[in-house]
T-cell receptor, first 114, second 118 residues
């Protein structure tokens, strides 16, 4: 596989469920990102991992818990979510050398919280 | 603080028309980069272009062209002879911050929905 992949593509969960979103990049990048995309709002950066260390947590509620076991994989663990958390969750990756690098995105996971 | 404004929420054109998508940005930094991404219905954001703040040359890639004007803080995107396959949401983004430890922060606009009809 090439590029950035995300699974599942669609997820419906109840407010008491626990689920995880998975992201994998095949680009040899060393930074990975989680974004939230809600209708009519700009993409919101949630978390950034660089060289497997978390370097940014953008005031995200603790019901979202990221994990980056290696530079190719990124997870977003979800628990006790709220209906307003329903959105498209996008994963991205980039190089860190050279500074302001473009980020490459996966297709996203469409999350619906009932 | 950084801000990106895409005032056009939705644009509809007929195939073969030229269309320009506007992007206005705000930043206090002198070093920054600007980006355009395309998001088709499948959801994936597709990278189109990256420009740095010191390079104001316009760029052309096939039917796509970009006009960067620092004097007006704008980075507009023109599609020439639009096609139905160009229908998508287009996002402009600004990066003026490299994170400690690596990675960079992108600030996105709200996007412009482009519909190209036959």
């Amino acid at each position: 596989e090439t590029g950035v992949t995300q699974t599942p593509r669609h997820l419906v969960m109840g407010m008491t469920n626990k689920k995880s979103l998975k992201c994998e990049q095949h680009l040899g990048h060393n930074a990975m990102y989680w974004y939230k995309q809600s209708a009519k709002k700009p993409l919101e950066l949630m978390f950034v991992y660089s060289l497997e260390e978390r370097v940014e947590n953008n005031s995200v509620p603790s019901r979202f818990s990221p994990e980056c076991p290696n530079s190719s994989h990124l997870f977003l663990h979800l628990h006790t979510l709220q209906p307003e958390d329903s959105a498209l969750y996008l994963c991205a990756s980039s190089l860190t050398s050279g500074g302001f690098n473009e980020q490459f995105f996966g297709p996203g996971t469409r999350l619906t919280v009932l | 603080a950084q801000k990106v404004t895409q005032a056009q929420t939705e644009i509809s054109v007929v195939e073969k028309e030229d269309v320009t998508l506007d992007c206005v940005y705000e930043t206090r930094d002198t070093t920054y980069y600007l980006f355009w991404y395309k998001q088709p219905p499948s959801g994936e954001l597709v990278f189109l272009i990256r420009r740095n703040s010191f390079d104001e040359q316009n760029e052309i890639s096939g039917r796509y062209s970009w006009n960067f004007q620092k004097s007006t803080s704008s980075f507009n995107f023109t599609i020439t002879a639009s096609q139905v396959v160009d229908s998508a949401v287009y996002f402009c983004a600004l990066s003026d911050l490299i994170l400690t430890g690596g990675g960079n922060k992108l600030t996105f606009g709200t996007g412009t929905q482009l519909k190209v009809e036959l």
